[in-house]
């Protein structure tokens, strides 16, 4: 499974952020989906996570700001936030979990800076 992640930048503080992750190399739309984020010196954290089913959860620190969405007809996953902050400053990490072989796979990340 190859996951191609895009959309991260320079954000100011209270804008929008909408990160994509594309996925091949398997059936896209029978996987979990997930998100998450490391920022300098932290470990790396859990953001959000959309099913097979479209079922979501996220951290207590995102939401409310935060949207998971997938389009299987594109084998994408995105990552809407808003009213950024600071301490969202992150690389951001897209994650596929593939239920057939029970692995999880990981983007090589994108970095998200929050400017205050």
């Known amino acids: 499974v190859q996951l191609q992640a895009s959309g991260g930048g320079l954000v100011q503080a209270g804008g929008f952020l909408r990160l994509s992750c594309a996925s091949s190399?398997?059936?896209?739309?029978?996987?979990?989906m997930a998100w998450y984020r490391q920022a300098p010196g932290k470990q790396r954290e859990f953001v959000a996570r959309i099913t097979s089913g479209g079922n979501t959860n996220y951290a207590d620190s995102v939401k409310g700001r935060c949207t998971i969405s997938r389009d299987n007809a594109k084998n994408t996953v995105y990552l809407q936030m808003l009213s950024v902050k600071p301490e969202d400053t992150a690389v951001y990490y897209c994650n596929a979990f593939t239920p057939a072989n029970a692995m999880n796979y990981w983007g090589k990340g994108t970095q998200v800076t929050v400017s205050s």
């Open positions: 190399g398997s059936t896209f739309s029978l996987n979990d």
